[in-house]
Nanobody, 125 residues
Framework: QVQLVESGGGLVQAGGSLRLSCVASGNTLSIYATGWFRQGPGKEREFVAA????????DYADSVKGRFTISRDVAKKTVYLQMTSLKSADSAIYYCAADRRELSYITPKDNYDYWGQGTQVTVSS
């Protein structure tokens, strides 16, 4: 089993920045990819970004390209999501997820194996 704990959410003004963190524990050697998803009020969960633990390759949703950056610190077992130029449409609960497949075998619509509890991001306009 793998446990994921997110942090870094909060309230920010439009145009501002936030950095989310996701710390993994447990059987982390089984993880090959980690992603961020979000779910806004009354909306379905959507893919935001993902990263390969071994290769560092990344994937982004079109809506966040150029504004969000996903990165990882293998030694700290932590994945980050740096969010800039935030918009009110970015307000959501952000979830960290991890999967036992390599990123190249995962599509943004796939379900991941492990999920965190989420952290709230609210962008005020």
């Amino acid at each position: 089993q793998v446990q994921l704990v997110e942090s870094g959410g909060g309230l920010v003004q439009a145009g501002g920045s936030l950095r989310l963190s996701c710390v993994a524990s447990g059987n982390t050697l089984s993880i090959y990819a980690t992603g961020w998803f979000r779910q806004g009020p009354g909306k379905e969960r959507e893919f935001v970004a993902a990263i390969s633990w071994s290769h560092g390759t990344t994937d982004y949703a079109d809506s966040v390209k150029g504004r969000f950056t996903i990165s990882r610190d293998v030694a700290k077992k932590t994945v980050y999501l740096q969010m800039t130029s935030l918009k009110s449409a970015d307000s959501a609960i952000y979830y960290c997820a991890a999967d036992r497949r390599e990123l190249s075998y995962i599509t943004p619509k796939d379900n991941y194996d492990y999920w965190g509890q989420g952290t709230q991001v609210t962008v005020s306009s």
